[in-house]
């Protein structure tokens, strides 16, 4: 089991850059996929993007792609996203998961543990 806190979120404006950062308590943070999902309000909750245990592969939804970005640090065991050029139907509730199984990395039932989730606004 690994326990996830994230951080970094807020109120922005349209346009805006917002970076959020996800730390992972013990020491088997690199033996992790890590993802980023988000809700809505009355919605689904939605895949944003996931990095692999060693950072060399990335994927993106495609109403994210192109604005933002995942990376990690093992040596720190946090994962990041860097949201760029933010539009007000990026507001939701975004959680940061990690997943020690192969299951698709897209899909919520392959993530065993989740943060608590932090709120981002963009207004218009």
């Known amino acids: 089991q690994v326990q996830l806190v994230e951080s970094g979120g807020g109120l922005v404006q349209a346009g805006g850059s917002l970076r959020l950062s996800c730390t992972a308590s013990?020491?088997?943070?690199?033996?992790?996929?890590m993802g980023w999902f988000r809700q809505a309000p009355g919605k689904e909750r939605e895949f944003v993007a996931a990095?692999?245990?060693?950072?060399?592969?990335?994927y993106y939804a495609d109403s994210v792609k192109g604005r933002f970005t995942i990376s990690r640090d093992n040596a720190k065991n946090t994962v990041y996203l860097q949201m760029n050029s933010l539009k007000p139907e990026d507001t939701a509730v975004y959680y940061c998961?990690?997943?020690?199984?192969?299951?698709?990395?897209?899909?919520?039932?392959?993530?065993?543990?989740w943060g608590q989730g932090i709120q981002v606004t963009v207004s218009s």
């Open positions: 990095i692999s245990r060693s950072g060399s592969s990335t």
């Open positions: 013990g020491r088997t943070f690199s033996s992790y996929r």
């Open positions: 998961a990690a997943s020690s199984d192969s299951g698709p990395y897209y899909s919520t039932p392959s993530y065993g543990n």
